[in-house]
């Protein structure tokens, strides 16, 4: 069975740093492409960013409020999923989750797989 | 980027009803060079991450049942689930993966 589990979140003072952790198992990690989605409390869904495969040159795209900000970066030794978010502010407060996509290439970015989303807290 | 819009923000419908959502992006999200739109419909239930319920703007996914049906091309799409039944009741989005930024619309939240 296709899984992604998440690790770290919690709470931060504004400016500090966090590492959100994601680990698939099921499938062939190194052929997907990685993505991962916010949710402030009692809002919607946020997009803010996703990593192409190795074969796709790793490259990553994020969305504009984080892009100087966070980076996202892949192990595909661990099968690993890593989101460094730094200068955080309160606005980043929100369940994160890393999804993927399972159905083939032109399908990368139909999310059908996702983690069970962590909680960040920015608050002094 | 392209932005994606739903109405209503939020809907009411009896048990056995039909609920219809529908998404209008910014620009067509038609690819002519296969004939799809890059259009996907999730179902979020309270304490959980979405499910995947549709993409190619009508192509069911596995398992899903087939009172879900979306519908539309171009620029405008529709949710429909007939029938409604109780555990229906989440919240909807569609998302558009024709261009990077991927982007949710805001979402419809149907009850009972």
């Known amino acids: 069975e296709e899984q992604l589990v998440q690790s770290g979140g919690g709470l931060v003072e504004p400016g500090r740093s966090l590492r959100l952790s994601c680990v698939g198992s099921g499938f062939i990690f190194s052929d997907v492409w990685l993505t991962w989605v916010r949710q402030a409390p009692g809002k919607g869904l946020e997009w803010i960013g996703l990593i192409k495969s190795i074969a796709n040159g790793a490259t990553t795209h994020l969305a504009a409020p984080v892009k100087d900000r966070f980076s996202i970066s892949r192990d595909d030794s661990k099968n690993l999923l890593s989101l460094q978010m730094d200068s955080l502010k309160p606005d980043d407060t929100a369940v994160y989750y890393c999804?993927?996509?399972?159905?083939?290439?032109?399908?990368?970015?139909?999310?059908?797989?996702w983690g069970q989303g962590t909680l960040v807290t920015v608050s002094s | 980027d392209i932005v994606t819009t739903q109405s209503p923000d939020s809907l009411t419908v009896s048990l056995g009803e039909r609920a219809t959502i529908n998404c209008r992006s910014s620009q067509s999200l038609l690819y002519t060079s296969d004939n799809r739109n890059y259009l996907a419909w999730y179902q979020q239930k309270p304490g959980q991450p979405p499910k995947l319920l549709i993409y190619w703007a009508s192509t069911r996914e596995s398992g899903v049942p087939d009172r879900f049906s979306g519908s539309g091309s171009g620029t405008d799409f529709t949710l429909t689930i007939t029938s409604l039944q109780a555990e229906d009741v989440a919240v909807y989005y569609c998302q558009q993966y024709y261009g990077i930024p991927i982007t949710f619309a805001q979402g419809t939240r149907l009850e009972i």
């Open positions: 999804a993927t996509g399972l159905k083939g290439s032109r399908l990368r970015n139909t999310l059908d797989s």
